[in-house]
């Protein structure tokens, strides 16, 4: 058992082996307007983990852990791909504009 904690301890762990099975990941979307009459769509990704015991045996890591990484790398990865894929989707004279908020733990 230890020698595979050690061995998982050394590999690249990607979000899928930790995100469970069952309704893992939710996105909502919402439109609503804006003050200055301008409509905006709102976005909230919620990530469901396997249960913290199973994943600190298997992998050695803590939800503090894992909330830190999803705070610090994917946050801002989901951000850059959105990014693109409005630019690359809008034409001249849509407004673009993307601010990511949350990431907390």
């Not at 996105?27 to 913290?52: I, M, N």
């Not at 630019?87 to 504009?97: A, G, H, L, Q, T």
């Amino acid at each position: 058992k230890q020698a595979i904690r050690l061995t998982r301890y050394f590999s690249k762990l990607t979000l899928n082996e930790l995100i469970s099975n069952h309704k893992g990941i939710a996105v909502t979307e919402t439109l609503f307007q804006g003050d200055g009459g301008d409509w905006s769509r709102s976005y909230h990704v919620s990530l469901k983990f396997h249960p913290a015991e199973r994943i600190n045996e298997a992998f050695g890591l803590t939800l503090d852990d894992i909330a830190a990484v999803v705070t610090d790398a994917f946050t801002g990865k989901l951000s850059t791909l959105m990014k693109r894929e409005l630019r690359r989707s809008s034409s001249e004279s849509d407004v673009i504009s993307i601010e990511v908020r949350g990431g907390g733990s």
